[in-house]
Antibody, heavy 118, light 111 residues
Framework: QVQVVESGGGVVQPGRSLRLSCAAS????????MHWVRQAPGKGLEWVAI????????YYADSVKGRFTISRDNSKNTVYLEMNSLRVEDTAVYYC???????????WGQGTVVTVSS | QTVVTQEPSFSVSPGGTVTLTCGLS?????????PSWYQQTPGQAPRTLIY???SRSSGVPDRFSGSFLGNKAALTITGAQAEDECDYYC???????????FGTGTKLTVL
């Protein structure tokens, strides 16, 4: 069955960096785009970034543009989110989700928690 | 900046019918926005209910349906059950660089 599992979250000081990973299984990974979506404590969902199935295109929300980088390794069935210059407002649960063929998010991981605090 | 609006909260009686909506701060929602709907219980990951306006995701009960209501996307729950009490989010594909925007979310109470 389709599964995506996030890892790499933790507590980090403002201005520092963190890299999240999302390991996928149960489907042909190199045929699907992959998203990162986050949810701050007590808040709604916020789309963060997407990478095309082959890595040829990457797009970001304005709130993270220039600080976050999404990438993937199709040989490892893994997508990454490199987060630099972290801010307190980046504190959230970060979810990895598969891009469906209908421009929605069809399978979600359980999320990894990122806390930015001094 | 695009804002996708949803009712902050809604209440429905067990067995009743409720329609949640998803609109744009300026303009109308259309099929080219590929409206989708997600259900989220506290502490859990979102679950996909509806994609492309009105297609049900695998395993989703048929009491959940998607449609348009005027210039908004809509999620209707027919015969609400206690387990439907949770948060619901819509998402719209905005194009222009593959930007997706989630709605503000609706907290549904079943009582």
């Amino acid at each position: 069955q389709v599964q995506v599992v996030e890892s790499g979250g933790g507590v980090v000081q403002p201005g520092r960096s963190l890299r999240l990973s999302c390991a996928a299984s149960g489907f042909t990974f190199n045929r699907y785009g992959m998203h990162w979506v986050r949810q701050a404590p007590g808040k709604g969902l916020e789309w963060v970034a997407i990478i095309w199935y082959d890595g040829s295109n990457r797009y970001y929300a304005d709130s993270v543009k220039g600080r976050f980088t999404i990438s993937r390794d199709n040989s490892k069935n893994t997508v990454y989110l490199e987060m630099n210059s972290l801010r307190v407002e980046d504190t959230a649960v970060y979810y990895c989700a598969r891009r469906s063929g209908h421009d929605s998010f069809d399978f979600w991981g359980q999320g990894t928690v990122v806390t930015v605090s001094s | 900046q695009t804002v996708v609006t949803q009712e902050p909260s809604f209440s429905v009686s067990p067995g009743g019918t409720v329609t949640l909506t998803c609109g744009l701060s300026s303009g109308s929602v259309s099929r080219s926005n590929y409206p989708s709907w997600y259900q989220q219980t506290p502490g859990q990951a979102p679950r996909t209910l509806i994609y492309s306006t009105d297609s049900r995701s695998s395993g989703v009960p048929d009491r959940f349906s998607g449609s348009f209501l005027g210039n908004k996307a809509a999620l209707t729950i027919t015969g609400a059950q206690a387990e439907d009490e949770c948060d619901y989010y819509c998402a719209l594909y905005m194009g222009n660089g593959a930007l997706w925007v989630f709605g503000t979310g609706t907290k549904l109470t079943v009582l």
